[in-house]
Structure formats: structure tokens, C-alpha cells
T-cell receptor
């Protein structure tokens, strides 16, 4: 079964608005990563947050991690049409050499 | 650097045929892995390798074999293709001997099994 559960499955907003996606997981992790996938393409790494970090920023991206709730959120501020893509969280599980992906959030930015 | 390359980009097989999906990286990464992505789904790990000569199973290994004779190459073999293996296959690599760091993905191979 999938380690990560993402919410919502789909999100449609107007250009310029902020987009927030959430990821929940089940077991203790080393880190949590967020990836973007444009239609028909491979995944591109966005940001990594380690288990001892609570918040991280990269440009218009802000990621939070709450290990007590086993959840993370990805905030994209001032969205652009080019942000239209699917976004996946992935967890690196303690004691395992595996990266486990969630099912993703499909984000659509309307002009 | 070319990064992670995958061939072919698209393949059609008949049930029972075998084939090898190629994956290569030129970043001297230790960790390599294969995923499959089905419509509306995330990626599921098939096999992974923490270095040359070392491979292990992921979440959905049945029907697939891998080998890692060199650091650069990590081919995925379908032994006897089945329609359930219709999917998009992604290869990924990372610098460390585990997935603790950024994964670099190839562009994917679309496989259709009839």
C-alpha cells in the first residue's frame, strides 16, 4: 500500500492565487521530498525536507513538515500557468533503501 | 551531462514476449531504481540497486528482473510480458547509496502490452 496519501487529488485555481497540497504518511521517515511531473514527462525534484526540519523555502515554494502528525504541506504562492502539473510527495523511510511516492495532486492553473 | 537516459521511449509488445528497458546515467550515482506509473497513480518501486553488483526488490517486483554490472547502467527485463505490465516506466538515480537525496528521473518508457 502507498505510504503517502495526498490531498486533494485535484485542485483548480486562478492564476495568481496560492495553491496548497497536503501529504500524510504512516511510518517514521528520514526525509520527505516533493516532485513535479508535467504531462507526459518524468518527475522533477522540487524540494527536500529532513525529519528534523519544520519548514523550508525555495523561491515560491514553501514546505512544512509535522512529524507528530505525520504530514507535510506544499504551498505554491502566486501561481502561474506553468505551475500546471501533478505534484507528488515521496518519503524516505527509516531503515529502508526505498523512496515511496504518494498518488499525487493534479494542479490546474487557470489563466 | 546527459543525466538519466532511457530507451526506448515507446514500445508495443505482444503477450509473452520479452524485452529489456535500458537505463543509463552519467553522474556516477550509486543508487538507481525502477518505477512504474499507472494512470492516475503515483510511482511504485519495482527494483533498486545501491551499487554495482547489488540489487533488491521493491514493492512490485514480480515479472521483472534487473542487474547492475556497472555503475552507469541498470537495465530492466520483462521476462514474459503481460497486459498488466502496460505502464509508463521510469528510471531514477541519486548520489548516495540510498534514496535520502534528490532523485533524478529519466523521461520514461511507455510500454503497451497487447
Amino acid at each position: 500500500s502507498q505510504q503517502g496519501e495526498e490531498d486533494p487529488q485535484a485542485l483548480s485555481i486562478q492564476e495568481g492565487e496560492n495553491a496548497t497540497m497536503n501529504c500524510s504518511y504512516k511510518t517514521s521517515i528520514n526525509n520527505l521530498q516533493w516532485y513535479r511531473q508535467n504531462s507526459g514527462r518524468g518527475l522533477v525534484h522540487l524540494i527536500l525536507i529532513r525529519s528534523n526540519e519544520r519548514e523550508k523555502h525555495s523561491g515560491r515554494l514553501r514546505v512544512t513538515l509535522d512529524t507528530s502528525k505525520k504530514s507535510s504541506s506544499l504551498l505554491i504562492t502566486a501561481s502561474r500557468a506553468a505551475d500546471t502539473a501533478s505534484y507528488f510527495c515521496a518519503t524516505s523511510i527509516q531503515g529502508a533503501q526505498k523512496l515511496v511516492f504518494g498518488q499525487g495532486t493534479r494542479l490546474t492553473i487557470n489563466p | 551531462n546527459a543525466g538519466v537516459t532511457q530507451t526506448p521511449k515507446f514500445q508495443v509488445l505482444k503477450t509473452g514476449q520479452s524485452m529489456t528497458l535500458q537505463c543509463a546515467q552519467d553522474m556516477n550515482h550509486e543508487y538507481m531504481s525502477w518505477y512504474r506509473q499507472d494512470p492516475g497513480m503515483g510511482l511504485r518501486l519495482i527494483h533498486y540497486s545501491v551499487g554495482a553488483g547489488i540489487t533488491d526488490q521493491g514493492e512490485v517486483p514480480n515479472g521483472y528482473n534487473v542487474s547492475r554490472s556497472t555503475t552507469e547502467d541498470f537495465p530492466l527485463r520483462l521476462l514474459s510480458a503481460a497486459p498488466s505490465q502496460t505502464s509508463v516506466y521510469f528510471c531514477a538515480s541519486s548520489r548516495r547509496t540510498g534514496p535520502q537525496e534528490t532523485q533524478y528521473f529519466g523521461p520514461g518508457t511507455r510500454l503497451l502490452v497487447l
